[in-house]
């Protein structure tokens, strides 16, 4: 069974930095995609980030490029998310999940439609202060 669990979410000021953690088991990491999306209050999911170990692939979403960087450790089978230089629009619910979708699939999750993505976990909750 797949099973994703998002931690590090928390209340931080504008230009301050978190890291999420994302553990996932119950299936090879290599196959998958792991995204991180976000969900503002009142409006849609949308994707933020992706690493995809078995192509090299990473995507960004464009609000967010140049101050979140994703990585993986394999070992303890979790993806990070360190997010810098906040702002109050990153408020939202964080999510991971997974899938093992083409490239172009990825995109498509993480630009349009991500409800390509297969299995999800519980959010965790980012507040960024003015």
């Known amino acids: 069974e797949v099973q994703l669990q998002a931690s590090g979410g928390g209340l931080v000021q504008a230009g301050g930095s978190l890291r999420l953690s994302c553990v996932v088991s119950?299936?090879?990491?290599?196959?998958?995609?792991i995204g991180w999306f976000r969900q503002a209050p009142g409006k849609e999911r949308e994707g933020v980030s992706s690493?995809?170990?078995?192509?090299?692939?990473?995507y960004y979403a464009e609000s967010v490029k140049g101050r979140f960087t994703i990585s993986s450790d394999n070992a303890k089978n979790t993806v990070y998310l360190q997010m810098s230089n906040l702002k109050p629009e990153d408020t939202g619910v964080y999510y991971c999940a997974a899938d093992r979708g083409t490239r172009e699939w990825v995109v498509q999750a993480m630009t349009e439609t991500w409800r390509l993505f297969d299995s999800w976990g519980p959010g965790t909750q980012v507040t960024v202060s003015s």
């Open positions: 690493i995809s170990r078995s192509d090299n692939f990473i």
């Open positions: 119950g299936f090879t990491f290599d196959d998958y995609t």
